[in-house]
């Protein structure tokens, strides 16, 4: 079994640039790098659309940031109800098997 290559994104952004400037033909890139067409498409598609995200004003990142931090506070919140529910849901049984030990039900 072949193992599978990895490429640095490094790598990556040079051949998506070479490709996209014209300075060689995809077929001449694939072929100096050893890789599938599908491949290029791939890496160029994902170069393209990530692309907007370098001209990303801070303001945008800064209120992505606080979205962010505010989802992982509910989440804490959230967890922190439900471990305490659980504790809840506990105490009940216990107290249930102990209040119908003294009845003589049990």
Known sequence: MTKRRKFKPDLKAQVVLESLTGVKSQVEICREHRLRPQTLSRWKAE????????????????????????????VGRLA???????????????????????????
Do not use: W, Y
Not at 49 to 73: G, H, S
Not at 80 to 96: A, L, M, P, Q, Y
């Open 47 to 74: 170069f393209l659309e990530r692309a907007p995200m370098v001209f990303e004003t801070k303001q945008n990142k800064d209120k992505d940031q606080e979205r962010i931090a505010e989802l992982e506070r509910m």
């Open 80 to 106: 922190c109800v439900g471990s305490r529910r659980d504790d809840h849901e506990e105490n009940f049984r216990i107290t249930s098997k102990d209040s119908r030990r003294a009845q003589g039900s049990f």
